[in-house]
């Protein structure tokens, strides 16, 4: 039986559909925009023992919320519309963090209590959301457990620098902010 002449071109439209993929693949690490808000933004973190802090875009105003651990004091609350200025600090932040590398979640086995975080950015058409437990990105995506990185640090403060605040971190560990 002779094979079967139609294989030639099934392998080239495999090749094809793969190299495609992997194009698309790419566009996970396109370039952040240089300047002006997102079309949605939303970035948490809180834990056993610590604040909870949450900011997200509600129009042309970014809302942060502070609720102190066990909700023992009433919620602090900041709304701010940032400048252009602090529009173009996030983006380079978060471009020298390489939050588009970042996967969609970072879990440290074997710790139960610590902190969790969540990070959601819709912009141009594309949506990057990380989350995790415990853990945190580095610049090329790789986790690292325990300690928060100096990349996850730097995503942190350049939300945070929008309306003002910072995240204190002590031995690696954040979780506080200041004004």
Request: net charge neutral; aromatic share 8%; hydrophobic share 35%.
């Amino acid at each position: 039986m002779r094979p079967s002449t139609n294989i030639m071109p099934a392998r080239r439209a495999i090749r094809l559909l793969l190299l495609a993929l992997a194009a698309s693949c790419g566009d996970s690490v396109a370039p952040l925009p240089g300047s002006g808000p997102p079309d949605a933004l939303e970035f948490s973190y809180g834990g056993y023992g610590t604040a909870s802090v949450s900011l997200q875009r509600d129009g042309g105003t970014i809302v942060y919320t502070r609720t102190e651990w066990g909700g023992r004091a009433p919620a602090q609350v900041i709304g701010s519309i940032p400048s252009d200025e602090q529009w173009r600090a996030f983006w380079r932040s978060l471009d020298e963090a390489g939050v588009t590398r970042w996967r969609r979640e970072y879990m440290a086995e074997g710790i139960a209590d610590g902190m969790g975080w969540h990070l959601r950015i819709r912009v141009n058409g594309r949506t990057i959301e990380s989350q995790g437990s415990n853990a945190y990105p580095d610049r090329q995506g790789r986790e690292h457990e325990g300690d928060t990185t100096a990349e996850w640090n730097a995503m942190a403060n350049a939300m945070l620098g929008l309306v003002g605040q910072r995240l204190l971190v002590v031995n690696g560990e954040g979780g506080g902010t200041r004004d």
